[in-house]
Every structure is written in structure tokens, then in C-alpha cells.
């Protein structure tokens, strides 16, 4: 029997149009046979295209359906790639990964569109390196996702500059000045230079002795964080000119330490 089928297949390959084929005894196809149409290309591409569609129809495919995702309007949308055209071109993955974790952190788009105008490449710097290890100390120091969220508004940098060999370095050198904790965190809430500016010697640490504060005063965390912050030349530069009007170099620290500083 199979060699007979095989014979008449070729032959009904063979003669496509014979109206003899149509006659041949019905006892060579039994009605348990199925006869399958090969399908075309037209038709394979067509139910892949629509497969693919199906799968990818929800996911966002360029920067704008992303950042409308994360909840901005047309015109933060506008402004935000006014001031990062760059962003455009983003890599769609690693854009919305960083907006996850924005949103996670309580950022809101009015408030992203805002850090954008202030730092248009923001979202190209590594926000979600190491992210999980930042985010558990930040939250250790700050206390609570709300404190953190505020002070990233105030510092973003906080999600960009290296946890180990900058942020965690600062943060120990006020704390071995003797700075507490509410005024550290105070401090860092106002002051979003605190973290990329601050650097101390034996200079400014002798500066900070003449002013004659001590750390239990409420204006240690002031005196100790403004000449953190400062430049060695800035504040040599001030003391000169103060000392043109007869002002001698203690006097001029201990004024600094007088001054009553909200």
C-alpha cells in the first residue's frame, strides 16, 4: 500500500490537471488521511508578524513612550529633551532600569523634569550602578525613603557619585571632626556641594580651632562646614582682605565663630 501511495502522489505531481486522478478508487485515500497544504511565505510571515505584535505591543520602544510610561506630560516631555537631546538615542533598557528605581525612590516626573533642567545628563550617568548597596546606606544615614528622596531633589549626585571612594569617605571625615548625625544630615540637606567640595588638612583644621566653637555649639556644624566646602585660597584671600582694615587672622576666626547663623 505505501508504495502504491507513493506512485500516485508522483503522479498527481506529475499531471495536476488530469481529470483521470479525480476517478481513482476511493479505497487509496481512507477518510482518516489528512492531507496538510504546505504554507506559503506570505501566510508564515504574517502569523510570525502578528505573534511578535502581540508580544512587544506593550512595551515601550523609544525614549518618549518611556518617559510618558513613567508618568511625564508633553510638556516636561518637551522640556526634558530640550535640555538632553542626547536622550532621544538613549538605550531604551538601561532608561527605563533608571526610571524603575527613580520611581521606586518616590521621584515623581515634575520633579525628575526639574533635576533634568538643573542636570540635563543626569540619566546618562550610572543611576543603577550599585544601586541596591546606595540606596541601604543612604536610607541608613538619612533614616527613611522620604529624607532620602528629599535629599536626592536637593543632590542627585547622591545617585551618581561613587559610594565608596567618595560619599562614605565624606561622611566619615564630619563625623571624626565630631559633627553628630542630625547635624550632618542637616547639613547635607542645605548644602548640595557638601559631598564633591568638602576636603580638610591640617590648615583648615587649625582654621577651625581659632574660631573657638566648640562641636556641642549650634554653630559647629556652620563654621566646620563652610571652610569644608571652601578653598584654602578663598578663605586666605578673605582673611587678607578683612586684615586690610586692621583685623588680625584670630580675630578674624573668632568673628567668624560669633556670627550667629541660621
Not at 550617568?125 to 536610607?139: A, G, I, K, P, Q
Request: net charge positive; proline share 5%; aromatic share 10%.
Amino acid at each position: 500500500m505505501k508504495s502504491t501511495f507513493g506512485s500516485l502522489l508522483k503522479l498527481r505531481i506529475l499531471l495536476p490537471t488530469s481529470p483521470n486522478f479525480l476517478f481513482l478508487p476511493k479505497i487509496l485515500f481512507p477518510t482518516t488521511w489528512f492531507i496538510f497544504t504546505p504554507a506559503t511565505y506570505s501566510t508564515v510571515c504574517q502569523t510570525e508578524e502578528d505573534s511578535v505584535g502581540e508580544d512587544i505591543g506593550d512595551q515601550p520602544k523609544t525614549s518618549v513612550q518611556i518617559m510618558k510610561q513613567f508618568g511625564c506630560t508633553d510638556t516636561e516631555i518637551t522640556n526634558i529633551f530640550t535640555r538632553g537631546p542626547f536622550l532621544l538615542k538613549a538605550d531604551a533598557n538601561q532608561l527605563q532600569s533608571k526610571l524603575e528605581r527613580l520611581t521606586w525612590l518616590g521621584i515623581s516626573a515634575p520633579e525628575l523634569a526639574k533635576i533634568i533642567n538643573d542636570r540635563p545628563r543626569f540619566l546618562t550617568c550610572r543611576v543603577n550602578h550599585c544601586f541596591d548597596e546606595r540606596v541601604e546606606f543612604l536610607m541608613t544615614l538619612f533614616g527613611s525613603k522620604e529624607v532620602l528622596a528629599k535629599a536626592i531633589l536637593r543632590n542627585p549626585s547622591f545617585l551618581t557619585h561613587d559610594l565608596h571612594k567618595k560619599i562614605k569617605p565624606v561622611i566619615a571625615l564630619y563625623e571624626g571632626i565630631g559633627l553628630s548625625m542630625p547635624d550632618l544630615i542637616q547639613m547635607l540637606l542645605s548644602r548640595p556641594t557638601l559631598i564633591p567640595r568638602t576636603s580638610f588638612n591640617e590648615e583648615k583644621m587649625e582654621y577651625i580651632r581659632k574660631t573657638g566653637v566648640s562641636n556641642d555649639s549650634r554653630m559647629f556644624k556652620y563654621v566646620v562646614t563652610i571652610i569644608g566646602v571652601s578653598r584654602l585660597e578663598t578663605i586666605r584671600q578673605k582673611v587678607a582682605n578683612l586684615e586690610k582694615f586692621g583685623f588680625s587672622e584670630d580675630e578674624v576666626f573668632l568673628f567668624l565663630g560669633s556670627l550667629r547663623l541660621s
